[in-house]
């Protein structure tokens, strides 16, 4: 049943955390979603959610994708399980990137149908998957996100981290996606609503398909994707990865520089570029972003 749209966002001071608030409370209030409970500060993983996964199966572009980026959300559980059943191959990132960007989802050889749904779920996220290290060769054909809030014209809130964001940007900047590549976002119809352009970002992550438990909705979004890493914005992240940023830094910006450029590379440092003073520039390799001194 559409559920009446109750939440309106226009006020000219409204911020995302009023509206993540607003989508939380009215969860929580109407029992709207399953667990887990409650869903503040969550992807909420909403009453409905697996007829809402499905209907991805009857989109071209996930016919056609060989290779799927799914975020772990429990939400997101019965597009991970699709995924499997048709052989394609899973992407999940790891949650915050603490040990790395990607794992893959490999169910033992011959596995039954009780297996493959365990791999779709975050136990076997642990326990059937294999880390994707930095210097592999990934082409992803689709992106599928979780949404705390989403309007029809592909406007996107997530619960506030970031790193949705920022694993999109990594993906642009390991060639790993292009121009091309489909985002889609799972949501329950109450959390479809009007988000002021003016909320959104250059790092913010835009989405082509919106599937809920009664609708698909093409957004015909014109706005950019994220083209890059912003990393001055990087270090603001609430859990912020360090490490793995620190190899991704060396691995896809400062390697690439110094070859290109030999001993006149220009001096890029990883503290100097998180500190906030560094410009981000398009180099000439397609599709890289690095930085550099002022």
């Known amino acids: 049943m559409q559920i009446e749209q109750t ?4 006020s000219f001071c409204v911020t995302k955390w009023d509206i993540r608030q607003k989508i939380w409370d009215y969860m929580e209030k109407n029992n709207l979603a399953n667990f887990p409970r409650p869903v503040h500060h969550r992807i909420p993983n909403f009453k409905g959610a697996y007829d809402a996964c499905n209907k991805i199966k009857n989109l071209d572009c996930y016919i056609k994708a060989r290779e799927v980026k799914v975020d772990p959300d429990k939400p997101l559980e019965g597009v991970r399980l699709a995924a499997l059943q048709a052989r394609k191959t899973l992407l999940v990132p ?7 960007l990607f794992n893959k989802i490999v ?5 039954a149908k009780e297996i493959i749904r365990v791999c779709s779920t975050a136990q076997g996220v642990k326990d059937f998957s294999v880390p994707v290290q930095l210097d592999a060769k990934v082409h992803i054909d689709l992106v599928v ?4 809030a989403v309007s029809k ?11 949705a964001d920022l694993e999109y ?3 642009v900047s390991m060639g790993s996606i292009d121009e091309n590549t489909v985002v889609v976002t799972t949501v329950h119809d109450c959390q479809l609503l009007d988000i002021p352009e003016e909320l959104m ?9 919106i599937l809920t438990p ?3 909705i093409t957004t015909g979004c014109k706005r950019s994707k994220p083209q890059g890493i912003i990393w001055s914005k990087v270090c603001k992240l609430h859990s912020f990865p360090t490490q793995f940023l620190f190899l991704f830094f060396c691995q896809y910006i400062f390697l690439p520089i110094q070859k290109d450029y030999g001993p006149s590379a220009p001096c890029t440092s990883f503290s100097y570029v998180l500190s906030g003073r560094a410009t981000v520039l398009q180099h000439q390799r397609p599709g890289l972003r690095c930085c550099k001194y002022l």
């Open 107 to 111: 169910p033992p050889p011959g596995a």
């Open 145 to 148: 996100v979780g949404s705390v």
């Open 214 to 216: 009664t609708q698909v």
């Open 201 to 209: 970002d250059n790092h913010d992550l835009i989405v082509d398909y």
């Open 169 to 171: 940007a990594m993906m």
């Open 153 to 163: 014209n592909g406007w996107r809130i997530g619960k506030g981290e970031g790193f």
């Open 94 to 100: 790891t949650p915050r990137l603490r040990k790395g």
């Open 7 to 10: 939440i309106v966002c226009k």
